[in-house]
């Protein structure tokens, strides 16, 4: 079963002012607001829709996540109801991030004062508590490499004779390790080498120190 967040101050909101956002087709907070009995949206598309309560008087605020924001209107109609714009809770608000859409009015938005005379769009974001999670043990990554190491033998002779002639790569070993006193032994065939070899070679120590060396001879 959905888990949804727990409305602000426990009001229990008649359901017919509630809208649930669909995650799989998300709609407008717009267009939301406009399928709640009692609001008038207009504008939905353009750069500065616009909604009324024809009911209530006033502005009408928007409270988010249980924190009331800014209030403001398009300037007062002589007459009949204030015109509150949606362009500032439209740019702060993701649709995908929305979990429900709850109009309080009357007594029910009396808990926010003068405020509240207008009418009260509070609004839910989504928390994860919904969404499907997995364990933290299961979640871990083991990084092995970008790729299985390769060995060099294998990949030589896979080598034409012409890619082998203008080769200069005549060994690599990403699994060479030392003995006790330090060492490594590393064969490379010379027969046909009449060039100066370069060898480099990086380390990384039992205890995380690392290292590196550029040789030519």
Known sequence: MQKYTTSVYGIDVPKKRIKYQDPKRPRSIGQMISEIPGVAVSGIGSLYP????PRASGPVLFVLDG????????????????????VE?????SVIDVERIELLIGADAAIYGTRGAGGVIS????????????SRKEGQLVFEGYEPILEFD??????????????????????LETDENGEALIKVPVSFIESVIKIEASVITPDGKRGSLSVNF
């Not at 924190?67 to 949606?86: H, I, K, M, R, W």
């Not at 990949?155 to 203008?166: D, F, G, H, L, P």
Request: proline share 6%.
């Open 154 to 175: 294998p990949y030589n002779q896979a080598r034409s004779k012409r890619t082998k002639e203008k080769a200069n790569l005549l060994y690599w070993n990403p699994e």
């Open 123 to 134: 609004i839910y974001t989504r928390s994860g508590k919904e969404l499907e999670s997995i």
């Open 89 to 93: 809770i439209l740019n702060m608000v």
């Open 50 to 53: 616009s909604m009324t309560i």
């Open 67 to 86: 924190f009331p924001l800014a209030q403001g209107n398009d300037g007062l109609s002589l007459g009949g109801p204030v015109s509150t714009s949606l």
